[in-house]
């Protein structure tokens, strides 16, 4: 299975708003289950998950 990520950016972790930010994965027909972990940060505080597909 193969993923292109596209849109990626550095995340600003010094201001003191949520952050929001879009991951594209692009994987074969058919591909089986894949999971997508992220971060989002605010301030020092960070939010983490994971996306499956």
Known sequence: MFFSFH??????????????FKIEAVAPEGAEVA???FRVYKGNDAAEGVVSI
């Open 7 to 20: 849109n990626a950016q550095r995340v600003d972790t010094t201001s003191s708003e949520w952050k929001q």
């Open 35 to 37: 999971r997508l972990s």
